[in-house]
């Protein structure tokens, strides 16, 4: 079983910058990759940005540019850092870790407002 530890979100103006963090623990699990999903008002998720164990990364086209996920190599803590924020990326973001199977954290609401 592997629990993933949430912070980072709040509400930020436009153009603002938040970091999201995420924290595994009581890993018995292998480790594929992490990163997080967004959750849109209508209940569907859309990855924002994964790292894989061999630091590959991939973003949604939205974030290009923006956004920058990173992990330490010896640890399993990955780092969101999202960058000129703007009202369209408001939404609860989700932290996933890849595995055995795929476990997800509680959500962390992120709100782009003035």
């Known amino acids: 079983q592997v629990e993933l530890a949430e912070s980072g979100g709040g509400l930020v103006q436009p153009g603002g910058t938040l970091r999201l963090s995420c924290a595994a623990s009581g890993r018995n699990s292998p480790f594929y990759s992490m990163g997080w999903y967004r959750q849109f008002p209508g209940g569907q998720r859309a990855m924002v940005a994964k790292i894989t164990a061999d630091g590959t990364t991939t973003y949604a086209d939205s974030g290009k540019g923006r956004f920058i996920i990173s992990r330490p190599p010896t640890d399993v803590t990955g780092y969101l850092q999202m960058n000129a924020l703007t009202a369209e990326d408001s939404g609860v973001y989700y932290c996933?870790?890849?595995?055995?199977?795929?476990?997800w954290g509680r959500g962390t609401q992120v709100t782009v407002s003035s």
């Open positions: 996933f870790y890849k595995g055995s199977q795929t476990f």
